[in-house]
């Protein structure tokens, strides 16, 4: 065998090695089928089933359901400004928490805006039911012409929502950007308020 024989043998071994560590690392199984517990995979291939998980970041591929109100029916149980503290994670190194998920979203769309350049500050995330009525007194109600959620009803008490400290360049990123973390400006008239929205993120809702 020639040079060039050489050569071609190693770079089809090459691609076939390739072509293994693709296989290896697709998701072998379709979103729905994700409640599966590992153990209940039959003895399938937990590495594939690792590697499927790891690759959801949120709730490292727990699913969750929501109630017909859009919010998780395991925050529902509490009310709203009334979730533990452990019921809620902590956003990235700040004192800040929200509901698990929306936690790790926005760790994660800080740190990408930050590789861009762009810091997001936080300015508020959970808010306690107190707090809520404390802040409907000073802003008023959104209801009418004010700044703040009926107490009780706010997004900021199911630690689905969080107020951000943005500068125009950051305000323009994340108004590009924070679909992709499911993130939404669900207050019009609060440029800073943007709502966690479960059911738009892939993988994270069970139907
Ligand atoms: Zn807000």
């Known amino acids: 065998m020639g040079i060039e024989g050489v050569n071609s043998r190693i770079a089809s071994i090459q691609s076939r090695i390739i072509a293994l560590q693709t296989q290896k690392t697709e998701p072998t199984t379709t979103p729905g089928q994700q409640t599966t517990p590992a153990g209940g995979a039959g003895g399938g291939d937990f590495a594939s089933y690792l590697s499927q998980a790891v690759s959801q970041t949120p709730g490292s ?3 969750y359901s929501l109630d017909a109100k859009g919010i998780p029916t395991e ?10 503290a452990t019921a809620l994670e902590q956003v990235g190194d700040t ?3 929200l509901w698990a998920p929306a936690a790790e979203k926005l760790t994660q769309m800080i740190a990408d805006a930050k590789k861009d350049g762009v810091t997001i500050g936080i300015t508020d ?12 007194k000073r802003k008023g109600l959104y209801s009418q012409g004010g ?7 706010s997004e900021h008490g199911w630690g689905m929502a969080t107020d951000l400290d943005l500068n125009s360049k ?26 966690f929205k479960p059911e738009k993120v892939p993988g994270l809702v069970t139907s």
Do not use: C, M
């Open 170 to 195: 950051a305000l323009s990123w994340v108004r590009q950007n924070a679909d992709k973390y499911g993130f939404y400006n669900t207050a019009s008239r609060e440029s800073w308020h943007w709502g």
């Open 125 to 136: 995330s959970y808010r306690p039911y107190a707090e809520q009525v404390d802040l409907a």
């Open 61 to 63: 591929g727990r699913t």
């Open 75 to 84: 925050l529902t149980a509490y009310g709203n400004g009334k979730i533990p």
């Open 95 to 97: 004192r800040h928490k």
């Open 147 to 153: 700044l703040a959620a009926k107490p009780g009803t």
